[in-house]
């Protein structure tokens, strides 16, 4: 399951795709421009989850980077809707951490998502991402 959430080092949003300016080519919009656009891919365990309404939030402890190599040992993940709950694997796509844009996975879909990602990876270091906005 996909959520769209908002990420902290001290961020909250949520995910949306834009479709203006250079993002838009297509080498930015092709799977290796996506990894390449994102700031931050990592997968943890949820250490910490709370409930407001219909918002949740919920503090990652990072296990492996995907991009980049090293990052923060504790993600703080806000958003709309169910949420993941304490104990539960995710991966976090942070695209764009000054807009909170992010999407949040769990369950089988880690594992889907995560297989593109890695395979887009070394084809994602040669493209140019002063385009990238929040992709």
Same mark, same amino acid.
């Given at each position: ?10 961020? %909250?949003?949520? $995910?949306?795709?834009?479709?203006? !300016? @250079? #993002?838009?080519? &297509?080498? +930015?919009?092709?799977?290796? /421009? ?27 402890? %990072?296990?492996? $980077?995907?991009?980049?190599?090293? !990052? @923060? #040992?504790?993600? &703080?993940? +806000?958003?709309?809707?169910? /949420? ?37 990876? @070394?084809?994602?270091? &040669? ?9």
């Amino acid at each position: 399951m996909a959520a769209a959430a908002g990420v902290g080092i001290a961020l %909250a949003g949520g $995910y949306a795709v834009s479709g203006s !300016g @250079p #993002a838009d080519s &297509s080498e +930015s919009r092709s799977l290796p /421009g996506l990894v390449a656009c994102a700031e931050i891919i990592a997968v943890g365990n949820v250490t910490s989850a709370s409930r407001l309404g219909d918002q949740f939030a919920v503090k990652v402890d %990072a296990a492996r $980077y995907l991009k980049p190599e090293n !990052g @923060p #040992a504790v993600l &703080s993940v +806000s958003g709309t809707g169910a /949420g993941p709950a304490r104990g539960d694997r995710v991966l976090v796509v942070v695209h764009d951490a000054a807009k909170g844009d992010v999407d949040l996975f769990t369950g089988a879909d880690i594992d889907s998502e995560l297989a593109w990602m890695e395979k887009a990876l @070394p084809g994602s270091r &040669s493209i140019d991402t002063s385009g990238c906005d929040g992709e």
